[in-house]
């Protein structure tokens, strides 16, 4: 955030002075700590106008203060609500007349018990109703923004680095936070960054999946089981928050005339949503708008196989069954688990192993919130749709992702509604037609003819020769799943899909385990293409790599009879498609820098794989593309341009996909190291350039 522009959030408080404690305006200490809890939005409010005012130190004392009284607001609500649980328990209504007496007894004194646990350190509850604007602030972790200004002002640079991480990694497209925690690491030195408001279960789980990655099984074992246990605990934590009070956006308050009954099925499938959807809440990072795909089921997942490559196979067995539980058809986890029993057999029986019951306890009871969701729907008019919490194929994951969702902590069950922004216009002219740079290349049409925008068709973009060269380098490198987590079929189940980046084709030629002529080739066609695209788009800056892949799709013999599905399903390049409400959102986990796509062919001996455009409904083909040699298709990124690829039913079929960003800051890494390894060799004059294209061009 700039210091000198002010979040709306913000300009509210600042309209409320008379709520906000003296003692900070004036530069004192912030509220005393013996009575009732102090409002954490009037303390923000006191930090913000502090701030504005100059008075940087009482900026800080009362923002710490907010969010300390932010935190201690929702622990004191926790241990009230969980005490009371314990101690009042709901009796269940008995039959004939005042049979219902003993369960709404029972209601009245919890709701009594939760009042006289949570007065005395909190105050009156209306003392702690923040503004929508408030709370959307401390979602997007604004008052760290604030904070690591502050701290700057008072030379504290350590809480300044920390403030601004912590605000960067829920607000990742902020250059500026980026650019100030650069600054901090020149200024201060060697700065250990820390994320305060990091979820530990998710902590736990990336470094669980680090060490998995590194082969280091015991390590990721002991991180995967503390993410697991780390995540039932928050789960029962967001259930007990989602108890608190609920909006209902269909009725004004005080004409709302619903009888008893009526009245307590609307508050509580309002709660019932808000405890389903627990499961995104804990599966959703920092800065992101969706949850990571699969989440729970991926941790007994990666258990199975860490247990049994440490020959803990009653434990392997045990996750693979608790996986099971989720994806019973997964046929890669059911012959995983036949092979533990039969590594078992002879030592004891393996029916005695049986799935984790944390894991069958949660899916029973997600299982029954949904049933009631849907009982709700039908006969109450409640308006519901049932997401797919677990999908087992998830998004794509090359080197940019680590998708995820602004973090929506809870506070009283309430859910901050984060509205999906549409796709915002270029802030660029749109221009096309400009020259192609190479003689040999011949156009073939434009976007006009291509019933599109931003859309050009090329071919003889490389040869014949040049394209069964690069084929050879692509069978020496490429690894199945490459780019996609190791997912052999990461799109469809009926193909095969292997890639290589350019960086490891240039590692390969030096270590002469390829010729370094041919893996130097791929860099060089790559370089071309970005220039033909740059330059026939007419764009008035650099245009840089974020992502270099060569990719072959194979068909999977025996399975493409009476074949429904694509190659690549329907999508757009920096924004997620939502052909219902014929929008693309561009919001993460899109990868919403991109700004150019392109696709250059190497071969036309297959069946099927025929590139298409279509409309934003994903169903109406607007043009259709086979591919052969040297033919290049290049596009804008966004949702004027939704695409994808039919199935290859025979054969194989391989390109050279490029996608290309104007921002600099999300230049590609790999193609940056290759550039310093074309350099390299260029100094020792190992590996002459062809095409005398200068590596460091788009620098």
């Known amino acids: 955030m700039a210091s000198g522009s002010r979040p709306w959030g913000a300009l509210l408080l ?67 609500r969980r005490r009371c649980r314990g101690q009042v328990r709901l009796a269940a209504p008995g039959p004939g007349a005042g049979g219902d007496l003993p369960f709404f007894g029972s209601v009245l004194r919890r709701a009594g018990c939760l009042r006289r646990c949570e007065e005395p350190r909190l105050g ?62 020149t200024t201060a030195g060697k700065v250990s960054l820390i994320d305060r408001e990091a979820k530990q279960h998710m902590e736990d789980y990336s470094a669980g999946v680090r060490h998995y990655d590194k082969e280091e099984y015991e390590l990721a074992i002991d991180f995967l089981e503390r993410a697991l246990k780390g995540y039932y605990s928050e789960d029962e934590d967001c259930q007990i928050m989602c ?74 067995l045990e996750c693979a069954k608790s996986y099971l539980l989720f994806h019973p058809d997964d046929e890669d986890v059911l012959e995983n688990a036949g092979y533990y029993e039969g590594l078992l057999e002879g030592t004891m029986d393996p029916d005695t192993v049986k799935p984790r ?9 997600h299982k029954l919130e949904s049933h009631l969701l849907q009982v709700a729907a039908a006969g109450l008019g409640y308006t519901y749709t049932e997401p797919n919490y677990w999908n087992r194929y998830g998004a794509r994951q090359d080197e940019h992702s680590v998708p995820s969702s602004i973090s929506s902590e809870l506070e009283d069950g309430l859910r901050l509604s984060v509205a999906k922004k549409p796709m915002p216009k270029p802030d660029r002219e749109l221009k096309e037609g400009g020259p192609l740079l190479y003689s040999d290349v011949k156009f073939v049409y434009n976007s006009q003819q291509l019933n599109g925008t931003q859309r050009v068709l090329l071919d003889n973009v490389i040869s014949e020769e040049q394209c069964r060269e690069l084929h050879r380098v692509a069978s020496g490198i490429m690894l199945a799943g490459d780019g996609y987590r190791g997912k052999t079929s990461p799109h469809t189940p009926n193909e095969r899909f292997e890639g290589a980046t350019v960086l490891k084709a240039l590692k390969y030629g030096y270590e002469g385990r390829v010729p370094l002529k041919s893996a130097r080739l791929f860099y060089d066609i790559s370089e071309k293409a970005r220039r033909i695209v740059e330059s026939y788009f007419m764009l008035n800056s650099t245009l840089y790599f974020s992502y270099t892949h060569l990719v072959c799709r194979t068909a999977l013999s025996g399975q493409q009879e009476r074949r429904n599905d694509l190659s690549h399903p329907i999508h757009a390049d920096n924004c997620l498609l939502d052909p219902e409400a014929n929008e693309c959102w561009k919001e993460p986990p899109a990868y919403t820098f991109r700004d150019y796509s392109a696709l250059l062919y190497m071969n036309a001996d297959f069946e099927g794989g025929e590139f298409i455009f279509t409309e934003m409904d994903a169903k109406t083909v607007t043009a259709s593309i086979k591919p052969k040699c040297g033919r290049m298709i290049s596009f804008s990124s966004g949702g004027e341009n939704p695409h994808g690829v039919k199935a290859v039913t025979k054969g194989q079929r391989c390109a050279v996909a490029l996608w290309f960003t104007l921002d600099p800051l999300y230049r590609e890494l790999e ?27 788009e620098l």
Do not use: W
């Not at 009888?259 to 920092?286: F, N, P, W």
């Not at 019951?357 to 009871?365: C, I, Q, S, V, Y």
């Not at 193609?671 to 061009?697: F, T």
């Open 671 to 697: 193609r940056i190291q290759a550039d310093e390894v074309i350099a390299m060799l260029d100094q020792e004059h190992l590996g002459p350039s062809e095409m005398s294209i200068n590596p460091k061009d």
């Open 14 to 80: 600042l309209l409320l002075p008379l709520l906000l404690p003296a003692a900070c305006r004036a530069g004192g200490g912030c509220a005393g700590e013996g009575g009732p809890l102090e409002p954490f939005d009037a303390l923000y409010a006191s930090g913000v106008e502090a701030y504005y005012g100059g008075d940087f130190a009482g900026a800080a004392r009362c923002l710490e203060r907010a969010l300390r009284s932010r935190r201690e607001l929702r622990a004191a609500r926790l241990r009230c």
């Open 243 to 316: 108890e608190g009070p609920q909006r209902f956006e269909e009725h004004e308050y005080l004409e709302y005339k619903a009888g008893l009954y009526e009245a307590i099925a609307d508050h509580y499938m309002q709660v019932l949503a808000c405890k389903h959807d627990c499961v995104r809440e804990l599966a959703t990072r920092s800065g992101r708008i969706s949850p990571i795909e699969n989440f729970l089921p991926l941790h007994y997942d990666y258990l199975q196989f860490a247990y049994y490559r440490v020959g803990d196979y009653v434990k392997a």
């Open 124 to 185: 009156a509850a209306s003392r702690h109703r923040a503004a929508e604007e408030v709370r959307a602030d401390f979602q997007r972790r604004v008052p760290y923004s604030y904070l690591q200004r502050a701290y700057i002002q008072l030379n504290k640079l350590e809480e300044a680095a920390n403030a601004a991480h912590t605000f960067f990694m829920a607000n990742p497209e902020h250059m500026e936070i980026q650019q100030d925690i650069e600054n901090y690491k």
């Open 357 to 365: 019951k944390e894991a069958k306890t949660l899916l029973r009871r």
